[in-house]
């Protein structure tokens, strides 16, 4: 699924301390992994990107440092839809170079020199990322809980606390995949997670 990201977005009601053990009554788990990541996403003052849906960001972790475009986000049903452009970048950048991302990820008037020119931070985002993976309805999901905190560009500070389930793979066809998201959120349910629906994105959060 190259460029695409489908998603559910979850905030999560209290601190989770036993998902792995909990999606084993879901599906088959592996890949169990827990990483910190540090982001900071960026706009202009007039908020250009904001204005075409689009997320700028540069992540940070301990073994890599990506720039990341997400853009033409659709909410289906709770669903996030929307292509997502990842490059691996210097870790002394201070900002992320547009020009590293395919020309179609942009609007044909967007003009990408002027905008880079006025690029500014708008809020830091960090932590600690639980990450495993799911297997089940012929899918593989991406399961990733984040905990920590949104600082604004004020230096205030909002806790941090959703679960975020990523479609990987799947064999399922494409009219049939909000169905797929159907069932997960089923067993989910059954599953006595506690999970509220979370519309936005970490960045639109801190907007």
Same mark, same amino acid.
């Not at 997960?184 to 997670?193: D, H």
């Given at each position: 699924?190259?460029?695409?990201?489908?998603?559910?977005?979850?905030?999560?009601?209290? $601190?989770?301390?036993?998902?792995?053990?909990?999606?084993?009554?879901?599906?088959?788990?592996?890949?169990?992994?827990?990483? $910190?990541?540090?982001?900071?996403?960026?706009?202009?003052?007039?908020?250009?990107?904001?204005?075409?849906?689009?997320?700028?960001?540069?992540?940070?972790?301990?073994?890599?440092?990506?720039?990341? @475009?997400?853009?033409?986000?659709?909410?289906?049903?709770?669903?996030?839809?929307?292509?997502?452009?990842?490059?691996?970048?210097?870790?002394?950048?201070?900002?992320?170079?547009?020009?590293?991302?395919?020309?179609?990820?942009?609007?044909?008037?967007?003009?990408?020199?002027?905008?880079?020119?006025?690029?500014?931070?708008?809020?830091?985002?960090?932590?600690?990322?639980?990450?495993?993976?799911?297997? @089940?309805?012929?899918?593989?999901?991406?399961?990733?809980?984040?905990?920590?905190?949104?600082?604004?560009?004020?230096?205030?500070? $909002?806790?941090?606390?959703?679960?975020?389930?990523?479609?990987?793979?799947?064999?399922?066809?494409?009219?049939?995949?909000?169905?797929?998201?159907?069932?997960?959120?089923?067993? @989910?349910?059954?599953?006595?997670?506690?999970?509220?629906?979370?519309?936005?994105?970490?960045? $639109?959060?801190?907007?």
């Amino acid at each position: 699924m190259q460029n695409k990201e489908l998603e559910l977005k979850f905030g999560y009601v209290g $601190h989770a301390t036993d998902l792995f053990e909990i999606f084993k009554n879901i599906g088959k788990v592996s890949d169990q992994n827990v990483e $910190h990541l540090d982001n900071t996403y960026f706009d202009t003052p007039n908020k250009d990107l904001f204005a075409i849906k689009a997320g700028l960001r540069i992540r940070r972790s301990v073994d890599y440092c990506e720039q990341t @475009l997400k853009v033409k986000g659709e909410n289906i049903g709770g669903l996030h839809k929307r292509n997502e452009y990842n490059v691996d970048i210097k870790r002394s950048a201070e900002v992320p170079n547009l020009s590293k991302f395919p020309n179609e990820a942009f609007p044909k008037s967007f003009d990408i020199d002027a905008i880079q020119k006025k690029l500014e931070k708008v809020c830091r985002i960090n932590f600690t990322r639980n990450l495993f993976n799911v297997e @089940l309805l012929d899918s593989v999901f991406e399961v990733a809980y984040d905990n920590g905190f949104i600082e604004t560009r004020d230096g205030a500070k $909002h806790p941090l606390n959703e679960l975020e389930v990523e479609l990987k793979e799947t064999k399922v066809k494409n009219e049939d995949i909000l169905d797929l998201f159907s069932l997960l959120c089923t067993q @989910l349910a059954n599953n006595n997670i506690p999970l509220v629906l979370e519309p936005f994105s970490k960045m $639109h959060r801190a907007a």
